[in-house]
């Protein structure tokens, strides 16, 4: 998020599961209940078909929602796929889920098929779990709801300290979830991370039902049960995302960056390892900078110094001559941006543009103000600058709806901003000269 995106937070006075209100979201009087088990034990994965069939039956039994989670292992490996799946239902119980030995899961999804699931941040969970063959119909995302209802904390274990009194350990959110076996603490975290969603969602609900933006959150929960299980797009040039990039000057250099980066990429899937743990983006950048042409040098550089990335050495080495081979014609060229250039960019390219982009903006900010929302769930930045880089012909609410639609924004977004938005669009009338200004005016000396 760039600072001309960043979004201004308000305090929403939430009440507390003591009844009394606190300004900031927390609770009063007693602290939280800190669960360190679950109430029905920590239940052992299910790693057999066998189970499988067990967990299916059990849970098409249940009644109510299903809360769902999936423990990846970002940081380790390069997929993005779910190491281990959670479940818990009303009249099911907890399950656990090894999809290592089990990648499909479609019979527990025609189960869970009239179900409402309830997870928290789905949309970094749907991917991985559609992977697995596991697609809700129907959801409540809980952190989602939480951010239309204004909290500003809206991580679970914070959620639940607010909103139901008791709170959750995070000890192992960034643990290697490929590790096999999982300790039993691992699990017990696991069972933990669905143990209170339903009941979370309850509450969520009646709060948004308060604020009168039920209706709000059940159009963002549908969009993202048409969208959400899609795969991240794919990025064009993604090495030009390497961290500390914008210290590589000049082509030449680029091109070596590129090279180490798809080097890299191709070790990194071939290990199923993450790229940052094959070689550090700090190392690409440094030899990139430095250029190092035998393994003495290369080995001199930042980054270089761990025992796998100097086994590598050569790798790297072939990777840096490929780039200094390269033939003019076939560097690195600027990039073709698609949509609108960068908002600092607009003043001197287009000030018209930059003004209109000021007043949309500020348009956003009064109405999220009005609503208690968040500006960036009440309409992606994106969609305002690409609508204030190139507006319709005729800015109107029917003709910005269509282009926000087509962006992708929700009808309740446009119904809240579309007519507001088109004002903003039409430039302004000149103001009129006041008599008083105009008698201050100096003259010209005629």
């Known amino acids: 998020m760039t600072d001309e995106d960043a979004p201004l937070r308000r305090r929403t006075r939430h009440r507390t599961p003591t009844g009394e209100v606190a300004p900031d979201g927390t609770t009063n009087g007693a602290g939280p209940r800190l669960l360190t088990e679950p109430a029905d034990g920590?239940?052992?994965?299910?790693?057999?078909?066998?189970?499988?069939?067990?967990?299916?039956?059990?849970?098409?039994?249940?009644?109510?929602?299903?809360?769902?989670?999936a423990e990846r292992a970002s940081g380790f490996r390069y997929s993005q796929r779910a190491y281990l799946v959670q479940l818990r239902r009303k009249g099911a119980g907890t399950a656990l889920i090894d999809p290592v030995p089990l990648p499909d899961l479609s019979a527990l999804d025609d189960a869970l098929a009239d179900t409402e699931w309830v997870l928290h941040a789905a949309s970094q969970d749907l991917p991985c779990l559609a992977e697995v063959?596991?697609?809700?119909?129907?959801?409540?995302d809980t952190e989602l709801a939480a951010r239309l209802a204004d909290f500003e904390r809206v991580g679970l274990a914070?959620?639940?300290?607010?909103?139901?009194?008791?709170?959750?350990?995070?000890?192992?959110?960034?643990?290697?979830?490929?590790?096999?076996?999982?300790?039993?603490?691992?699990?017990t975290y696991a069972a933990l991370d669905v143990e209170l969603l339903v009941e979370l969602r309850d509450a969520l609900d009646v709060e948004l039902a308060r604020q009168g933006k039920s209706e709000w959150a059940a159009e963002e929960f549908a969009a993202l049960v048409s969208g959400g299980a899609r795969p991240p797009r794919q990025r064009t040039d993604p090495w030009r995302r390497t961290s500390g990039m914008h210290r590589v000057r000049g082509a030449r250099a680029q091109a070596r960056v590129r090279s180490l980066w798809y080097a890299r990429d191709a070790i990194a899937v071939r290990r199923d390892t993450a790229p940052g743990r094959v070689l550090p983006d700090a190392a690409i950048v440094a030899a990139a900078e430095m250029n190092p042409k035998t393994e003495r040098e290369l080995l001199l550089l930042p980054g270089f110094g761990g025992r796998s990335v100097r086994r590598l050495a050569a790798t790297w080495l072939e990777a840096l001559e490929d780039a200094r081979g390269l033939p003019d014609d076939a560097l690195p060229t600027t990039p073709q941006f698609d949509g609108p250039p960068p908002p600092h960019r607009w003043a001197d390219k287009d000030p018209e543009a930059a003004a209109r982009l000021a007043r949309c903006k500020e348009v956003v900010t009064r109405t999220a103000e009005e609503h208690h929302l968040p500006p960036e769930n009440l309409i992606t930045p994106d969609f305002v600058r690409r609508l204030a880089w190139e507006p319709p012909v005729e800015p109107d609410a029917d003709t910005v709806t269509e282009v926000l639609r087509g962006f992708g924004a929700r009808p309740w977004q446009c119904g809240l901003l579309a007519a507001e938005l088109a004002q903003a669009l039409i430039a302004p009338p000149p103001a009129e000269e006041t008599d008083e200004e105009a008698e201050q005016t100096p003259g010209d000396g005629s």
């Open 133 to 140: 063959g596991l697609r809700p119909r129907r959801l409540f």
């Open 42 to 69: 920590t239940p052992a994965p299910v790693d057999t078909p066998a189970g499988l069939a067990e967990v299916v039956a059990r849970f098409a039994a249940g009644t109510g929602p299903v809360a769902v989670d």
């Open 158 to 187: 914070a959620l639940t300290e607010q909103l139901l009194g008791r709170t959750l350990e995070k000890h192992h959110s960034a643990a290697d979830w490929s590790t096999r076996p999982l300790p039993h603490d691992w699990l």
